[in-house]
């Protein structure tokens, strides 16, 4: 399998500004009234195929920079990366030319079947090797780096070994590529299981930041009292999560930042908002990184 | 200490057929192991239905949620998808219904969860041209009769003992008069699908004409396909065809019946 030639369309860069993800009922709303965004973010699996969802995107991608966020290549399965998969990522790659592209630290896939779930991954030096074997492979049929994203999880395994951060700062220092850094993610699972969430931001590199997500959460009560935080995307960022995002942005400056909703999608005017919220913290660490420099 | 694919293989096999062996690698403390895995199998099973029920939306309103859902969870536990594309994956739930003991008194079931797939298909096939007839205009009439059509990635072909075009479109539409109407012994009935200008398109065609199509439509060659279908005019099915697209390519058997001569791909 020939890998991609270069991009057969130019793409604008994806500024160090606020974007919203782009979701099936927005469609038109994004085409015809043109949001105050600064770019737009895709589910690479749901643009596959052929038809009007495509064509959608392929008219959008003329107004806005865009990014491919793909969910299916299962980086972390100790079988081998799906080549049919990764050639279709290619075909929609080559099309939509993003400016990123990126994929996530977790597995999907165990013996040809497919969980349709981000599954974490045990921490340990043979999980380590997968990934960036997996990552190298990618990144050259791709032939450009890719960011990769920590996950949120609900669960450890008994004989993981390597922090999530110290295993996520190898893959890039390994592989070339960059780490997507979902903050809500961050947060989610330093609650989860204890975790401190400003130690984590400290441990990334910073240089390998190409991207930050943002998205909500929901407490989920179980048995006991105990509660669970749960990474489901359907409400607005949570305040702790803001607050962490400016802790982020002051580490990493001025970064690209995505405002994920995937249930109970609501009208664009929301995303829109939170983007600006999004925005105004992006402005302040501009200003103070311009200080920054000036000293 | 398992090694991944072992570890991969057990949480597998504890996600979809609730094995016990998943728990004991997680770590159990006032949450237990077993209500940490249960969250990804609650996201897994919920998006499977979810992605069901977008393929299948008629059947989804003939037998309503519950049944669906458990309908589903019966099948992704039978046969968990193999591919992150899901497309793939859902042509099988059809097949599922047709043997699903529960499902056995709705018998025209199974043939709407054809229907479903072919249209959800339609609209998501990758794009490809029609093909263009002036070039068939350049094959002498030997040549002709050894073409090979190449059909569009849309187009899909349905057999129903059951007049499931009518069901489709009544209970899509929830038009109850149009429901009543439905005579169930207007069947079998042969369907042509489609996408045209982006949308669904689902035509009966005859049943010599259908089965002329569905020939033409697994490559076999013209003049073969014309002498088994019997009493049909070859020659309008094919400008209807070749008029609304079914085909976007075609190659030409060499003579003596080698292999085909690639003309357009």
């Known amino acids: 399998m020939p890998p991609f030639a270069a991009a057969r369309t130019e793409c604008s860069p994806i500024p160090a500004r606020a974007g919203v993800g782009l979701r099936f009922p927005h469609h038109r709303a994004v085409a015809e009234t043109r949001p105050d965004v600064a770019w737009l973010e895709v589910h690479t699996e749901n643009y596959l195929g052929g038809g009007t969802t495509p064509a959608w995107l392929d008219a959008i991608r003329r107004d806005y920079p865009i990014a491919c966020h793909g969910v299916g290549l299962s980086l972390?399965?100790?079988?081998?990366?799906?080549?049919?998969?990764?050639?279709?990522?290619?075909?929609?790659?080559?099309?939509?030319?993003p400016a990123l592209v990126s994929e996530h630290l977790s597995w999907s896939v165990a013996g040809?079947?497919?969980?349709?779930?981000?599954?974490?991954?045990?921490?340990?030096?043979?999980?380590?090797?997968?990934?960036?074997?997996?990552v190298d492979e990618t990144q050259n049929f791709l032939r450009r780096p890719i960011l990769v994203e920590n996950p949120s999880t609900y669960l450890r395994y008994r004989h993981s070994a390597?922090?999530?951060?110290?295993?996520?700062?190898?893959?890039?220092?390994?592989?070339?590529?960059?780490?997507?850094?979902?903050?809500?993610?961050?947060?989610?699972s330093a609650q989860n299981h204890g975790w401190d969430a400003s130690a984590y931001l400290a441990a990334l590199p910073p240089a390998a930041i190409g991207e930050i997500h943002l998205a909500g959460h929901t407490v989920r009560r179980l048995e006991g009292g105990v509660t669970l935080r749960i990474d489901d995307h359907g409400s607005r960022v949570a305040p702790a999560v803001w607050a962490l995002y400016a802790e982020a942005l002051g580490r990493f400056g001025p970064v690209p930042t995505l405002i994920e909703w995937d249930t109970a999608i609501p009208p664009l005017e929301t995303l829109v908002d939170e983007a600006r919220r999004a925005q105004v913290l992006l402005d302040q660490a501009a200003e103070k990184a311009g200080h920054a420099d000036a000293a | 200490?398992?090694?991944?694919?072992?570890?991969?293989?057990?949480?597998?096999?504890?996600?979809?057929?609730?094995?016990?062996?998943?728990?004991?690698?997680?770590?159990?403390?006032?949450?237990?192991?077993?209500?940490?895995?249960a969250v990804y199998r609650n996201t897994i099973v919920a998006g499977l239905i979810t992605a069901l029920r977008l393929s299948y939306p008629a059947v989804h309103r003939l037998v309503g949620a519950a049944f669906f859902e458990s309908a589903a969870q019966v099948f992704l536990e039978?046969?968990?998808?193999?591919?992150?594309?899901?497309?793939?994956?859902?042509?099988?739930?059809?097949?599922?219904?047709?043997?699903?003991?529960?499902?056995?008194?709705?018998?025209?079931?199974?043939?709407?969860?054809?229907?479903?797939?072919?249209?959800?298909?339609?609209?998501?096939?990758?794009?490809?041209?029609?093909?263009?007839?002036?070039?068939?205009?350049?094959?002498?009439?030997?040549?002709?009769?050894?073409?090979?059509?190449?059909?569009?990635?849309?187009?899909?072909?349905?057999?129903?003992?059951?007049?499931?075009?009518?069901?489709?479109?009544?209970?899509?539409?929830?038009?109850?008069?149009?429901?009543?109407?439905?005579?169930?012994?207007?069947?079998?009935?042969?369907?042509?699908?489609?996408?045209?200008?982006?949308?669904?398109?689902?035509?009966?065609?005859?049943?010599?004409?259908?089965?002329?199509?569905?020939?033409?439509?697994?490559?076999?060659?013209?003049?073969?396909?014309?002498?088994?279908?019997?009493?049909?005019?070859?020659?309008?099915?094919?400008?209807?065809?070749?008029?609304?697209?079914?085909?976007?390519?075609?190659?030409?058997?060499?003579?003596?019946?080698?292999?085909?001569?690639?003309?357009?791909?």
């Not at chain 2, 096999?13 to 770590?27: E, S």
């Not at chain 2, 035509?203 to 020939?215: D, G, N, V, Y």
């Not at chain 2, 209807?240 to 085909?247: A, P, W």
Request: aromatic content about 6%; some cysteine.
């Open chain 1, 76 to 97: 972390g399965s100790a079988e081998d990366l799906d080549r049919a998969h990764l050639a279709r990522i290619g075909h929609a790659v080559e099309r939509f030319a």
């Open chain 2, 78 to 265: 039978a046969q968990p998808p193999r591919s992150a594309c899901l497309d793939d994956y859902d042509p099988a739930f059809a097949d599922f219904l047709d043997k699903f003991a529960a499902a056995a008194a709705i018998p025209y079931l199974a043939g709407v969860a054809r229907l479903d797939w072919a249209v959800s298909r339609a609209l998501h096939a990758p794009d490809a041209d029609a093909l263009d007839p002036a070039r068939l205009g350049a094959l002498d009439a030997a040549e002709q009769r050894r073409i090979r059509f190449v059909p569009h990635p849309s187009v899909g072909l349905v057999r129903a003992d059951h007049p499931v075009d009518a069901i489709w479109r009544a209970v899509l539409a929830q038009d109850e008069a149009a429901m009543a109407a439905i005579d169930l012994g207007d069947g079998p009935v042969f369907l042509l699908v489609q996408r045209r200008n982006g949308d669904s398109e689902i035509s009966r065609l005859a049943p010599a004409t259908w089965h002329l199509t569905a020939s033409l439509c697994a490559g076999r060659p013209l003049q073969d396909a014309i002498e088994a279908a019997g009493d049909v005019d070859a020659v309008a099915v094919l400008a209807t065809h070749l008029i609304n697209g079914v085909f976007t390519a075609f190659a030409v058997d060499e003579a003596g019946g080698r292999q085909p001569r690639e003309i357009s791909l």
């Open chain 1, 162 to 188: 390597i922090p999530e951060w110290e295993f996520l700062a190898a893959v890039a220092d390994r592989t070339g590529c960059g780490i997507l850094c979902d903050v809500n993610n961050i947060y989610v």
């Open chain 2, 1 to 37: 200490m398992p090694t991944l694919r072992e570890l991969q293989h057990d949480i597998a096999r504890g996600l979809i057929a609730r094995d016990a062996v998943a728990a004991a690698h997680v770590v159990s403390d006032e949450i237990a192991a077993a209500a940490r895995l």
């Open chain 1, 112 to 134: 040809g079947r497919y969980l349709a779930d981000l599954l974490p991954l045990p921490m340990t030096e043979e999980a380590l090797a997968v990934v960036c074997r997996h």
